[in-house]
């Protein structure tokens, strides 16, 4: 049974750091590309970081978090990782992780092919 558990979430102040992991199971991770997605309160699903399968996977952000957030994955974990850097109160939002083809479009990560996702880890920027 494919399964993605994220953690690592909670509240933060502006400018300060997060790190979410993505823990999965039933398949073999290093098979697949993982994305990172997020949805705010009252507004639609974002594509947020991709990494491509793989060993040394190639990364994608959205034109939104590039520069500031890092992710990563390894595959002898099973775990992919989110690393938030200089939160803004616009990443507020629940974080999903899902297997999905990498690609950005119009400078942002595409959910299109977006297959198998976990509950999401909330995320809150305030001060």
């Known amino acids: 049974q494919v399964q993605f558990v994220e953690s690592g979430g909670g509240a933060v102040q502006p400018g300060g750091s997060l790190r979410l992991s993505c823990a999965a199971s039933g398949f073999t991770l290093r098979l697949y590309a993982i994305g990172w997605f997020r949805q705010a309160p009252g507004k639609e699903r974002e594509g947020v970081s991709c990494?491509?399968?793989?060993?040394?996977?190639?990364?994608y952000y959205s034109d939104s978090v590039k520069g500031r957030f890092t992710i990563s994955r390894d595959n002898a974990l099973n775990t992919v990782y989110l690393q938030m850097n200089i939160v803004k109160p616009e990443d507020t939002a629940v974080y999903y992780c899902?297997?999905?083809?990498?690609?950005?479009?119009?400078?942002?990560?595409?959910?299109?092919?977006?297959?198998?996702w976990g509950k999401g880890t909330p995320v809150t920027v305030s001060s």
């Open positions: 899902a297997a999905v083809p990498c690609a950005v479009i119009n400078g942002r990560v595409s959910d299109y092919g977006m297959d198998y």
């Open positions: 990494i491509s399968s793989g060993d040394n996977g190639r990364s």
